[in-house]
């Protein structure tokens, strides 16, 4: 019992010593460790090295998809719909294991039909250069000692150089290219066990199912979902809707800290570039394990893509569609004289603009010729994109927003008002038209030149009505060109709208710099000639300020940002397009007379309405009332261009148009364009309003 008492009295001792006892767990827990150790070391080292090295663990972005575009009514008009492509990553397999798969890939590729994406400069006859690397020598030469060859090296010695450097030099000539061209992109985009590189796009299914079912030969292939672009038309809208293509190594490495991937595509033109911040969402990321072979063993995803915002248009698709198919089918009545008193071959370009002459939003924007849009989600072809740049009318220009015309005889509504608000005339004030203006170079009225008579003793509405030449030289002479400039700039001609698109052209106003300016100098400018070039966009705004009395709205194409969750504010919006645009525009009253704008308000309707008025012939039928204008202007070769501009209806203005042609001669052949589209637009709305009260009686019960 003693000896029980002293070894449970020495136990007490030992745990009552915390030194002793925590020492000895530590030698405990480091003798597990210790075992531990050897086990994984020693005992089954081997085993687990050849795990470690076999497994590779990467970062995988998930493409977000990017916001859809509407119109003002909701139509959807740019899209996304979901596609595969395929991708490459390096393996630790051996280099003819590789290029067999890759060959294997691309046979399987183009028996669906599907193409090898490469940059790659070679012909599709794959036995040359590419035809741009033909054409320029800088480029080619470049690329030749980029590889350490001569500048006079043949394309059979890049082969050469490529089938040593690629290790394929025992394959046929056609399968050489096809492991050249994959390789060639794969190692351009910088591949590696980490990082992969696009080789095919938007593959078919076929093709999808027949290389999972082979995927275990193709090593370091990989088939991604992504969602791509979209439009509902080839190219309606075009020049507003723009497009999106794959990122170019300098914007991506200005934007990859902002989310991009060298895979990301982005806004190139028009809305979709404009408005990329708010259309592009957010990758999401994911965690994949593959083996040596590049088998995917498993993947988690730690954060999910976003969607981008969604962005609706001011413009109303039904007007846009009408303005589309008015222009276009000008421009063929021109070309083949049904339109026209003989054909105007030249008459290939032109534009037209839609405003709301209340709230400066563009209710559609035409600038033809167009281009498909659509060409360019997948990577446009070479072929594709030399046609458009070769072509002479240049398509992909917007000329609504970047062609600059002399304004011709529409110029004469502001120097009306710009003589009566400095009081050097009046309303009512008679002026007796000479047919030769008796000042400066003695120019002459056009009426004069074309049927040696004269306008007679007229006013300003007569003026405006018979587009007299002499009355507004008159106008000129009197107020001088500093006036005339300071008016120009009121109506917000010879400057930049802010409208929310790149390109945009700020044009000229003739004598804004007024060096060793002479009195014929403003004469000519008096009638929208001389050095006066104005865009479409700007001169719409301007007919807008005087259909609405005098305000000078900012023009808009975006009415709303957002989702279904939340709305971006339109303010933030207008801050970011100030720094996009570098154009601050202000709306503004321009405080002008009632009775000074009625005057020439009168004077326009009376060209469609009245005996004498150069479009009163066309629009005798017209089933709404139009204000409007023509205008011819001179340029320095071939035809003269064509201009109308108007508002409707006369006594209620709710839409300003212009149109122009190049080299459409004569102002009086677009007048049956704006007469269409005035005649549609109130059908349509007519139609809507309609629509609406009937809808509203049905859901409130209202009885009559």
Request: glycine share 8%.
């Amino acid at each position: 019992m003693e000896f029980l008492k002293s070894r449970l009295k020495k136990i007490s001792d030992i745990l009552e010593n915390r030194e002793l006892v925590l020492s000895i767990f530590l030698v405990f827990i480091a003798i597990i460790f210790i075992i531990q150790l050897f086990n994984i070391q020693i005992i089954n080292g081997a085993t687990y090295r050849e795990q470690a090295e076999n497994k590779i663990v990467r970062t995988e972005t998930i493409s977000a998809s990017r916001g859809e575009i509407y119109d003002r009514n909701g139509v959807l008009l740019a899209t996304n719909e979901l596609t595969y492509n395929v991708e490459i990553y390096r393996t630790k397999v051996g280099t003819d294991l590789t290029n067999e798969a890759i060959k294997t890939l691309v046979d399987l590729l183009q028996s669906n039909g599907d193409k090898v994406y490469s940059t790659f400069p070679i012909n599709d006859t794959l036995d040359n250069f590419s035809e741009e690397y033909l054409e320029d020598d800088d480029l080619r030469i470049s690329f030749l000692e980029s590889i350490d060859l001569s500048s006079e090296s043949t394309f059979d010695d890049v082969i050469a150089y490529y089938s040593e450097l690629y290790a394929v030099e025992d394959y046929s000539y056609e399968d050489k290219i096809k492991v050249i061209k994959v390789k060639y992109e794969a190692n351009y985009n910088g591949y590696s066990l980490f990082n992969s590189a696009v080789i095919a796009k938007n593959i078919s299914k076929n093709s999808v199912a027949q290389i999972e079912e082979l995927k275990s030969k193709l090593y370091g292939i990989n088939i991604v979902a992504v969602p791509k672009r979209y439009y509902v038309s080839d190219d309606f809208a075009c020049h507003i809707l723009g497009y999106v293509s794959s990122i170019n190594n300098t914007e991506y490495n200005s934007l990859k800290d902002r989310g991009y991937t060298i895979n990301s595509v982005i806004g190139k033109s028009g809305v979709e570039e404009s408005m990329e911040q708010y259309l592009k969402g957010t990758d999401g990321v994911k965690k994949v394990v593959t083996d040596s072979l590049g088998n995917v063993t498993s993947e988690l995803i730690t954060q999910e893509a976003v969607s981008g915002n969604n962005v609706t248009l001011t413009i109303d698709y039904r007007i846009q569609q009408v303005v589309e198919n008015a222009l276009k089918s000008t421009l063929e009545g021109l070309q083949n004289g049904t339109l026209s008193s003989e054909p105007i071959p030249e008459a290939k370009a032109g534009s037209c603009v839609v405003l709301d002459v209340e709230t400066g939003e563009v209710l559609a924007m035409a600038s033809y010729p167009t281009y498909n849009i659509n060409n360019f989600a997948d990577g446009i072809t070479t072929e594709q994109w030399q046609e458009l740049i070769s072509d002479a009318q240049n398509p992909m220009f917007n000329r609504a927003i970047s062609g600059t015309y002399s304004p011709g005889s529409t110029y004469k509504m502001l120097m009306g008002i710009a003589g009566l608000e400095s009081g050097q005339i009046t309303v009512d004030e008679e002026y007796t038209d000479p047919g030769i203006y008796p000042y400066s170079y003695n120019p002459k009225c056009w009426i004069y030149t074309a049927h040696n008579i004269t306008h007679g003793t007229i006013n300003l509405t007569g003026a405006l009505k018979g587009s007299c030449n002499c009355y507004f030289y008159e106008v000129g002479r009197r107020i001088g060109i500093s006036t005339i400039v300071e008016w120009a700039k009121n109506f917000g001609l010879g400057q930049k709208t802010g409208i929310e698109l790149s390109g945009e052209y700020s044009g000229n106003i003739a004598g804004d710099n007024a060096d060793g300016w002479s009195l014929g100098d403003t004469l000519s400018a008096s009638i929208g000639q001389s050095t006066n070039l104005f865009t479409p966009i700007q001169l719409a705004n301007y007919i807008s300020t005087i259909a609405n009395g005098g305000t000078l709205n900012k023009v808009s194409l975006i009415k709303s940002v957002g989702n279904d969750v939340s709305f971006v504010s339109l303010s933030d919006v207008s801050e970011y397009m100030k720094e996009f645009t570098g154009v601050d525009f202000k709306s503004k009253e321009l405080d002008i007379s009632n009775e000074y704008i009625d005057a020439i308000k009168e004077g326009m309707y009376a060209v469609t309405t009245e005996t004498g008025g150069t479009a009163a012939d066309i629009f005798a039928d017209s089933k709404v009332e139009v204000a409007g204008k023509t205008g011819t202007a001179q340029v320095s070769d071939g035809a003269n261009n064509a201009i109308f501009v108007g508002f409707a209806p006369y006594d209620n203005p709710k839409i300003a148009v212009v149109a122009i042609v190049e080299h459409g001669s004569e102002g009086y052949y677009l007048a049956p364009m704006v007469k269409e589209i005035t005649n549609e637009y109130f059908d349509i709305y007519t139609n809507d309003a309609q629509k609406e009260k009937t809808q509203n009686i049905v859901e409130n019960k209202i009885e009559f």
